[in-house]
C-alpha cells in the first residue's frame, strides 16, 4: 500500500473520514481554514526561499495579500477577521526570527519512505542546518497548542525523521543533535523534541499496525474535537441530519418530537433539582425533630436508612484463594487497570487494547444544546 502521513494521521482520527476521502474519494471544496493554512505555509515558503536578500515584512506581506482568497469566507466580516489574523502571523514571525541568520537546507521538502512493504509519502515544510545539527520544522496554523508529551510522541515528527535520516543516512549517528519541532504561527510558539533509536524502531511497527487495522476496518465514524471542521458531515450518520432541509426530506413530525423530548429532558431537570431541595428541607426538619415520619394533609412522608455493603478484597482472597475459588470471582478492575496501563510502554498497552471484545450495544440519548 502507498500512503501519505495525512491519509495515515486521518484514519486515526476518523475511520469514515478516511474511507470518504481516500477510497470513495468524495469531492469537497477546501474549507476556509485549509485556505488560511495553505496561504500561509506559502508565505512562509516565500520568506525563506533563497536569494541575495531575504525578503523584508513588507514583501511578505505583500506575496500574503495578492495570494488572498476571500470567497471561501461567510461574510465580509469573518473575512477581516481571518486577513488580520494572517498579517498578525506574519508580523510576528519577523519580530520572533531573524530571517537571514537561518540557514535553510530545504523547503517543501518531498519524501517516500519504505515501512515493511509500504509506501509512506508527504512533505517536510523546512528543514534547517543548526549550530550542532539540524532541525526539522512543520508549521501549524491550529488554534490550540498541544502539551510537550504529544510533542515527544507525536508520530508525524517520527517519520519525518526517519525520512531524513533515509536521505542523510550518516547523520544517524548525531541522532542526538538532530530536532523535531512544531511551530504553532498563531501562538509564536515552538515545540520541539528529540526521537532516539527505540523511537525509530517503533514507528514503523506502529504504521504497520494502523495499516492492518485499515485492511480490517469497517470504517465507523468517531466523534472528535475535530468534527466541527469536517468537510463530511453532510455524508456522515453522526452528523447528516444537520442537513435536512438540503436533502428535502419531511420532518415536521421528528421534528416537533425532538423538540418535545429535549423540553422534556429539561423539564424533568429541573423537576429532580426541585425534588432534591424539598428532600432536603423535609430530612433537616427531621433532624430538628428526632421523627421519621411527617404528615401533611396530602400524605405522609416517611425515611428509611438503606445500607450498601462491598467485600473487603483482601479478606476475601485469603479465604478463597486456598480453596482455588479466586479466579471463579476476580474480574477487571477497570479503574485499577487504567492506573496500570499508565505504567507500561506504548506495545503493551497496544496488545491490552487488542483484547477488548464487544460485551453489548444499546443506545443513549444526549442533550447537546446549541
Not at 519512505?113 to 512543520?138: F, M, Q, S
Not at 543533535?177 to 515552538?190: I, N, P, Q, R, T
Not at 426530506?249 to 425534588?275: F, P
Not at 416517611?302 to 484463594?321: D, S
Request: proline share 3%; hydrophobic share 35%; charged share 30%.
Amino acid at each position: 500500500m502507498r500512503i501519505s502521513y495525512s491519509a495515515l494521521n486521518s484514519y486515526q482520527i476518523c475511520p469514515l473520514k478516511y474511507k470518504f476521502q481516500y477510497i470513495d474519494k468524495i469531492k469537497t471544496p477546501k474549507s476556509k481554514e485549509a485556505v488560511f493554512g495553505t496561504l500561509i505555509h506559502s508565505t512562509l515558503n516565500f520568506i525563506h526561499t533563497p536569494a541575495i536578500l531575504a525578503p523584508s515584512m513588507e514583501q511578505a506581506l505583500d506575496h500574503f495579500s495578492k495570494n488572498w482568497n476571500g470567497d471561501v469566507f461567510a461574510d465580509e466580516l469573518e473575512e477581516r477577521a481571518a486577513f488580520s489574523q494572517g498579517v498578525d502571523i506574519i508580523r510576528r514571525y519577523y519580530n520572533d526570527n531573524d530571517i537571514s541568520k537561518i540557514n535553510i537546507v530545504a523547503l517543501e521538502s518531498s519524501f517516500q519512505i519504505k515501512l515493511g512493504d509500504h509506501v509512506v509519502n508527504g512533505i517536510v515544510d523546512r528543514i534547517d542546518r543548526t549550530e550542532d545539527g539540524y532541525e526539522i520544522i512543520d508549521y501549524k496554523t491550529a488554534k490550540k497548542m498541544p502539551s510537550q508529551e504529544k510533542v515527544d510522541n507525536d508520530v508525524q515528527l517520527t517519520i519525518y525523521l526517519q525520512a531524513f535520516l533515509d536521505r542523510y543516512p550518516e547523520e544517524r549517528k548525531n541522532l542526538d543533535k538532530l530536532k523535531v519541532s512544531l511551530y504553532f504561527v498563531k501562538h509564536g510558539a515552538k515545540l520541539t523534541s528529540t526521537r532516539t533509536e527505540e523511537d525509530l524502531k517503533n514507528i514503523e511497527n506502529k504504521f504497520l499496525e494502523v495499516i492492518e487495522k485499515i485492511g480490517e476496518s469497517e470504517f465507523e465514524p468517531v466523534i472528535n474535537p475535530l468534527c466541527d471542521w469536517c468537510d463530511f458531515q453532510n455524508n456522515c450518520p453522526m452528523w447528516r441530519h444537520k442537513f435536512k432541509e438540503e436533502r428535502k426530506i419531511d420532518t415536521k413530525e421528528v421534528n416537533e418530537a425532538i423538540e418535545e423530548y429535549i423540553k422534556a429532558k429539561d423539564d424533568a431537570k429541573h423537576i429532580r433539582t426541585k425534588i432534591a431541595k424539598l428532600q432536603n428541607t423535609v430530612a433537616e426538619y427531621m433532624n430538628q425533630e428526632g421523627v421519621e415520619r411527617v404528615f401533611s394533609e396530602n400524605g405522609i412522608i416517611a425515611r428509611t436508612l438503606k445500607k450498601t455493603y462491598k467485600y473487603n478484597e483482601n479478606k476475601l482472597r485469603e479465604i478463597l484463594e486456598p480453596l482455588d475459588k479466586w479466579d471463579a470471582i476476580n474480574k477487571v478492575n477497570t479503574t485499577a487497570l487504567k492506573n496500570v496501563l499508565a505504567t507500561l510502554d506504548n506495545s503493551v498497552k497496544d496488545q491490552i487494547e487488542e483484547t477488548k471484545e464487544l460485551d453489548k450495544e444499546s443506545f443513549a440519548f444526549n442533550i447537546k444544546k446549541q
